[in-house]
């Protein structure tokens, strides 16, 4: 059992930042990869970025160079900075995290509730 909030989602203009947050609550899971995912309407839901429990990241190359990934293990929270905002970047975020159980539990993964951003021109 893995909740995760999401928050900072909203309104930004062209050009404007916004940074996300999601916190993860739930002892019995060790969270390992934690990252963000987005979905326009009518648009499959893609990765945005990720981050392993050390640090390595990964990214979409539509967002290379304006978004930033980053993770508290201490919070079990992952932030996404959001840069160089563009219209095309309008669409609901999710939070998705990958834990392990253990033995009776196992692997799972976790999805946040998603939130809004919008961008415009």
């Known amino acids: 059992q893995v909740q995760l909030v999401e928050s900072g989602g909203g309104l930004a203009q062209a050009g404007g930042s916004l940074r996300l947050s999601c916190a993860a609550s739930?002892?019995?899971?060790?969270?390992?990869?934690m990252g963000w995912y987005r979905q326009a309407p009518g648009k499959q839901r893609e990765l945005v970025a990720r981050?392993?429990?050390?640090?390595?990241?990964n990214y979409a190359d539509s967002v290379k160079g304006r978004f930033s990934i980053s993770r508290d293990n201490a919070k079990n929270t992952v932030y996404l900075q959001m840069n160089s905002l563009k219209p095309e970047d309008t669409a609901v975020y999710y939070c998705?995290?990958?834990?392990?159980?253990?033995?009776?539990?196992?692997?799972?993964?976790?999805w946040g509730q998603g939130t809004l951003v919008t961008v415009s021109s």
């Open positions: 998705n995290a990958d834990a392990n159980g253990g033995f009776f539990l196992g692997y799972r993964e976790f």
């Open positions: 739930g002892s019995e899971f060790t969270i390992n990869v």
């Open positions: 981050i392993t429990r050390a640090g390595s990241t």
